[in-house]
């Protein structure tokens, strides 16, 4: 959103007039957080981000991570527009795969400028185990290992089998989580590139007895790589009105009800947006009480 724009939008907000929904829209122009920063935050275990509402999601990761602590595998498909709390939601499961009997954690997020490279979001997701590859049977750690380029090769075999690399990529998976429960979280799987997205749809697809969850998160309406039917998903849609008083109210600002009414209506209830809007509302307040030189 420009600056004229976001200008005309806080004076009607702030008159109470604007009501047409511009979630997404702000959402989308938001700067998003440095992969390396996402993923640090989903495997390296710390302070629990303070989630508004979401009873019925977290309720389905509290039960997901259950499971794959007592052995049942599981997966569990999160879509909703940008800002909207997908990523909060992964670290919240991330933290909680950490606590009582921690889990292990793999993560890896779609990048969109890399969604043309095969295989690159199974490199970041499979590096840290990659030693557990020679527990694999020879012809899928060899798929592996080429689709990966770990191999002496200079030149890279694009003869490897889209099954073969698929089912190395489930039998890893389990072999990893034998030793610990362990947790697949995965962001903007839409930005995942095919080989690496058709691979982890077939591993889900096929959990079976293994203490291992896979927790995906989608953004829409963008388009998929691969299709995730089959799965168990949950739509997010915008916060409760009480409960995006209480986001507003965690990052300080205490707007008159008509003003917070009308950011509310304006967002349709996205944290983001809703953040976003509410801190340009705030700049400009505060610029407009302060004393003018004369």
């Keep these: 959103m420009n600056v004229v724009a976001t200008t005309a939008l ?13 979630a997404t829209s702000l959402a989308g ?4 957080e440095p992969e390396s920063n996402r993923l640090q935050s989903l495997t390296t275990p710390g302070n629990p981000p ?3 509402g979401r009873r019925r999601e977290r309720e389905a990761i509290t039960r997901l991570l259950a499971d794959a602590r007592g052995g049942r595998s599981g997966a569990l498909v999160l879509r909703g527009e940008a800002g909207i709390g997908k990523s909060a939601l992964l670290r919240h499961a991330a933290e909680s795969a950490a606590t009582s009997e921690p889990m292990r954690v793999l993560a890896c997020a779609g990048v969109e400028s890399e969604v043309e490279h095969a295989f690159s979001g199974l490199l970041g997701l499979l590096r840290p185990v990659l030693h557990h590859l020679d527990a694999l049977p020879g012809v899928q750690a060899g798929a592996l290992r080429g689709a990966l380029g770990l191999t002496d090769s200079a030149a890279p075999d694009f003869s490897v089998s889209d099954f073969l690399v ?14 610990r429960p362990l947790l697949v979280v995965v962001d903007d799987v839409q930005w995942l590139d095919h080989a690496s997205a058709a691979a982890l ?14 927790l995906l998160a989608v953004r829409e309406p963008e388009p998929l790589p691969v299709n995730t039917a089959g799965l ?16 507003l109210e965690e990052h300080g600002w205490t ?10 209506t304006a967002t349709a209830g996205n944290p983001l947006a809703l953040i976003e809007l509410a801190r340009l509302f705030q700049a400009r307040r505060e610029r407009a009480e302060q004393p003018r030189d004369r």
């Design 10 to 22: 806080l004076t009607e907000v702030a008159a109470g007039s604007h009501r047409p929904p511009v």
């Design 201 to 214: 749809l077939f591993a889900a697809r096929r959990l079976a007895d293994e203490p291992l969850a896979m």
């Design 166 to 179: 698929s089912a190395a990529v489930l039998t890893l998976l389990a072999a990893v989580a034998a030793d």
């Design 50 to 52: 303070v989630i508004h």
């Design 232 to 247: 168990t998903e949950l739509v997010l849609h915008g916060l409760p009105q009480e409960e995006a008083a209480l986001l």
């Design 29 to 32: 122009d938001s700067n998003p």
């Design 255 to 264: 707007l008159p009800v008509r003003q917070r009414d009308a950011l509310f």
